[in-house]
């Protein structure tokens, strides 16, 4: 059934809406998902090259004090994140191998351009301290002028970008 | 006077219990991604090209149910919001951020939440933007010296719009309100002057119902903070004490 697989807009904002405030009363922090993706970057790396990840300047908080960067609220929250997702779409029937894109597009075009898009959402969400959910949504409950700013922004380049990309899409 | 909340700040419960709550925490927040459609590439994207603007939609009404819980239940005593993450703003730092993570959304389709959450659906472009933005991320971190000095500029602190404005925060939430009710009901027109819907939705009736009570109750909750001063849902006198660098180091003047 259509309605029961895809909620209304408002529910379903109210719903992310919840799952924040419940963060905020349990942890009095916020909700994030990037900062569980840095952390797993920092922890192969660390794998790999254990003392010029130590030393990194950015990584290097994480493993500060013998500390395991996955032990971390973000990483739990992740492990949630991918739960919720996989039973909702299984108890909708949508679990379904598959790549999505518009009409005009082939599946080589649009795997390269989710890895663009990807490697420029990644390094942005570092410099911008956040990403849509842990900078913008929660950000922008708090008031926070910089997660306000950073939502304006994500739309700005969004609509500059569009046109480029819209036979992927459209 | 003793606040119950946050519950993990306040002692209620254990720093590690607090860390296996976030596991349902998150599952609530990934049901929600799934069923608000945002597991698909195309509706994140199309919202870019006006075709479906549900993504911003969701977007305006999880940050209004956000920020009226989070100054509400401060309003009500409930919740301590001097032991609450503020986040910080480093302002142009974040205005490029934005404009970059944009770019990269309308290219890529997703944003990390929802690609992490469409992988465990089984869609493979979520899986190759997901290796994308590790690779990002890795880029950002390995090469900090770069442009850490830039990263860390524009440094104002926990710094709200109500006081950027210079007005009351009871207002401001209210403001918030009617520019997510603008915000939703403005673009619903131009989706459905560019894109005119051809599809006859039976429920239709029901979901406008639903949404627009849903609606009423953000506005009136709103109209009602507005009476309240700023004093009644934070002190901003007190510090927070998760500043990442002590509010007295920046220079009010200094500004934008």
Known sequence: MKFATRWPPVPAGILIGISMLLAFVVAGRGIGASGAMTRFVAWVQHGLFPATTEQSAYFGRYFADGAHPLNDYVVFLMVGLLAGSFVAAWLSGELRLEVLRGPRCSVAYRLVLALAGGVLAGFAARLARGCTSGQGLVGGAELSVGAWVFLMCIFAGGWMAAWFVRKQWI | ?256
């Not at chain 2, 939609?57 to 956000?66: D, E, K, L």
């Not at chain 2, 944003?111 to 933007?129: E, L, N, Q, R, Y």
């Not at chain 2, 004093?231 to 009010?252: G, L, N, Q």
Request: charged residues 10%; negative net charge; hydrophobic residues 55%.
């Open chain 2, 1 to 256: 006077m003793d606040m119950i909340a946050p519950l993990a700040k306040t002692g209620v419960i254990s720093a590690s219990l607090n860390l296996w709550l976030a596991v349902p925490i998150g599952f609530i927040f990934g049901f929600a991604l799934f069923h608000a459609g945002f597991t698909d590439s195309r509706r994140i994207a199309w919202a870019f090209y006006f075709k479906d603007v549900g993504v911003p939609v969701v977007m305006f009404s999880a940050i209004a149910t956000g920020m009226l819980g989070l100054w509400g239940l401060s309003l009500i005593g409930f919740l301590d919001v001097s032991m609450v993450y503020m986040l910080p703003t480093f302002l142009v730092p974040m205005a490029v951020g934005g404009l970059i993570f944009g770019v990269g959304m309308v290219i890529g389709g997703y944003c990390p939440g929802t690609a992490a959450a469409s992988i465990m659906t089984g869609k493979i472009d979520a899986m190759v933007f997901i290796v994308g933005f590790l690779l990002g991320s890795l880029i950002f971190g390995d090469f900090f010296p770069v442009w850490g000095d830039f990263y860390n500029s524009d440094y104002m602190g926990a710094f709200r719009l109500d006081q950027w404005l210079g007005i009351g925060l009871g207002p401001m939430v209210l403001i918030v309100v009617l520019i997510a009710v603008g915000g939703t009901l403005s673009m619903r027109f131009v989706q459905n002057k560019v894109w005119p819907s051809t599809e006859i939705d039976p429920q239709h009736k029901q979901v406008v119902k639903l949404q627009g009570a849903l609606i009423a109750i953000a506005v009136l909750i709103g109209f009602a903070f507005a009476f309240f001063p700023s004093e009644s849902f934070i002190d901003d006198r007190v510090e927070t004490p998760y500043y990442i660098v002590p509010k007295a180091t920046v220079d009010p003047g200094s500004g934008a």
